[in-house]
C-alpha cells in the first residue's frame, strides 16, 4: 500500500497524494462474508433527522472481519487482497485447511499465497500469524491486540499502526502503543 503523488499539472494537483491500489487482487469478494448495513442518512429510528447535512452516499458491504483468530493449530493460505469500504486498511481472505475462508487484518508484508496460523502456544514469528502476546519476544511490533481474552482484537487495527512488546511481568505485558 504505497503512497503515488502526481505531477503538479494545476495548483490542486501540487499537494495531491493517493493510495497505490496495485496490490489488490481482482478476484470477487466471498458472498457468505458480506452484509448490508442500511444506510441511516442521519436518521433514528422514528425518520426523524438528528444529524443534519447527512446524505445517504454510496451503498457499501460491510465485511465480516475474523478479530478473534480462534481457529488455532489449522493452517490458512491468503487467498485474495481486497479493499474495505468500512476501513482504511486492506483485508485479507485467507483459506484454511479445512475449506473455511475468512477475512483477516492485512498485515505489512503479508501477500497472496503465504501461509498463515494462529496458535495458543507459539508459532514462528511472521507477518500474519496470530498467538498470546506471552509467547512474543520483546522488541516485537504487533497490531489487532486483544484487551480481553477472546473478545477479539480491540487495539491498534488502523492501516500503518503497530505496538511494540516493551517487556513482561509476570502475566502482565507492556506495549509501546502508537
Do not use: W
Not at 493510495?19 to 433514528?44: F, Q, Y
Not at 425518520?47 to 445517504?56: L, V
Amino acid at each position: 500500500m504505497a503512497i503515488k503523488s502526481y505531477r503538479p499539472t494545476s495548483p490542486s494537483r501540487r499537494f495531491y497524494t493517493n493510495v497505490d491500489s496495485t496490490d489488490i487482487t481482482s478476484k470477487p469478494s466471498v458472498r457468505s462474508l458480506l452484509v448490508r448495513i442500511p444506510a441511516a442518512a442521519g436518521r433514528n429510528n422514528n425518520g426523524r433527522i438528528t444529524s443534519r447535512h447527512k446524505e445517504a452516499g454510496a451503498k457499501k458491504l460491510y465485511r465480516i472481519i475474523d478479530f478473534k483468530r480462534n481457529k488455532f493449530g489449522v493452517p490458512g493460505t491468503v487467498s485474495t487482497v481486497e479493499y474495505d469500504p468500512y476501513r482504511n486498511c486492506r483485508i485479507a481472505l485467507v483459506t484454511y485447511a479445512d475449506g473455511d475462508k475468512r477475512y483477516i487484518l492485512l498485515p505489512k508484508g503479508l501477500n497472496v499465497g503465504d501461509a498463515v496460523i494462529s496458535d495458543e502456544s507459539g508459532v514462528d514469528i511472521k507477518p500474519g500469524n496470530a498467538m498470546k502476546l506471552m509467547n512474543i519476544p520483546v522488541g516485537t511490533s504487533v497490531h489487532n491486540i486483544e484487551l480481553k481474552v477472546g473478545k477479539g482484537g480491540q487495539m491498534v487495527r488502523s492501516a500503518g499502526t503497530s505496538a511494540q512488546i516493551m517487556g513482561r511481568d509476570g502475566k502482565y505485558v507492556s506495549l509501546r502503543m502508537p
